[in-house]
């Protein structure tokens, strides 16, 4: 006669803190499963327990994975060997369902996901089950993201890597309600305006004799930070220069490197157009170019430099200077914000509006007064015509100190 198959077994294991009871069952394909604890310490509470999952016929459900464990399993965020086609069953779903003219997720993207996934996920969930994650436990996260310095808006972007995660687990069944549901995001000011660096700063930031201390030794950044503090252009637009768009006392300013597809296209408002530059920045670009193609590369002008690994060196480099990572975000502080610098310095110093334009390729006067950043140096010529009123209201001679 064929024994009869248990449906379960129970067995007492010495942890300790005390006598725990754990069981053993078989799935509905007849697979023994892992051991799983009853949380008792009596075996008449333990097999009540079970009985009671027997009952609601949860006793061989599987158990569901570990973050990290899934996040591995769905190949999250990752691409193939030849970097040219996502790994992550997610991105290709969302590719196969969308044109190539206008993919649904962009490439830039899910590396960003990648490391919010890694930097900030995994460290806080990535033992957790999935369907043990609670709404309360990812509330109190994200509030930690913000009392750790991060910007509502950062903190918002990261959780919005791991509704991803979660909205895929509840989608295929893994869990049963994906808990981000019930966690809103926080408010985020997203047209506050970027902040502009004051001329001291500018000034110990650019430096040439302290490349080696506050850019790190690395040329590149300092060279691409220094053409976009003297010429106004975009990040975008610096990415692209090439070798041949140099000349002693201009650039052509034709193309915009576009981090999201990673192809060149035109710059921001389609213009084609020469700026100046100084004699010292073309004898330092001609120094540093040692191949032909794209200025500003990591591989001999293969392709463009990583716009996000230049604009952490930016970072790192006010930091450096004195300009703290919460400073810099308080006042907006990003690339860009040379953009801003360069606009006021340019209007400050006395040159027409109709030029500043021509440099920055601003539209419209409005554009021109939008990124003008007026700062406590640029009313020296102010304070001149303040004192020399006050020299008549008072009768005295400023530089002698004596009645006139």
Sequence with gaps: MARIKNEYSLYARKLPNGIVYYYRCYDAYGRRLSERSTHCRSKTEARAYVEKLLKKGKLGEKLAPSLAAWTRERHFFEWAADEQTPACYYTQGRLARSSKDRPAVQRRYINDCKRQLDKYILPAFGSKRINEIQPGQLENWLFGLINSGLAPKTANNIAAAFRIVMS???????????????????????????????????????????????????????????????????????????????????????????????????????????????????????????????????????????????????????IRIGITRQ???????????????????????????????????????????????????????????????IEQLTGLDKLSGNKS
């Design 168 to 318: 895929e687990a509840e989608r295929l069944g893994v869990i049963p309600e994906n808990p981000w549901r019930r966690v809103q995001p926080f408010s985020s000011d997203a047209s506050a305006p970027r902040g502009s660096l004051s001329l001291d700063e500018a000034i110990r930031l650019m430096d040439p004799r302290t490349i080696g201390t506050v850019w790190a030794g690395h040329e590149l950044y300092y060279l691409i930070n220094l053409t976009a503090m003297l010429t106004a252009a975009r990040q975008g637009e610096l990415l692209a220069l090439t070798d041949s768009d140099i000349f002693p006392d201009h650039l052509i300013i034709a193309h915009s490197w576009n981090e999201k597809t990673h192809k060149i296209g035109p710059t921001k408002n389609k213009i084609k157009a020469p700026i100046a530059i100084p004699a010292f920045l073309y004898d330092r670009l001609q120094a540093f170019i040692k191949w032909r193609g794209y200025v500003f590369s990591f591989d001999g002008g293969w392709t463009p430099a990583a716009g996000a690994r230049v604009t952490l060196a930016l970072r790192e480099a006010m």
């Design 327 to 389: 400073q810099q975000l308080d006042r907006g502080l990003c690339f860009h914000s040379w953009r801003r610098f360069a606009n006021s310095y340019m209007r400050a110093a006395g040159l027409p509006d109709a030029i500043v334009r021509a440099q920055t390729r601003h539209v419209t006067e409005g554009m021109t007064d939008h990124y003008t950043d007026w700062q406590p140096e640029h009313f020296r010529s102010v304070n001149q015509v303040q004192n020399k009123l």
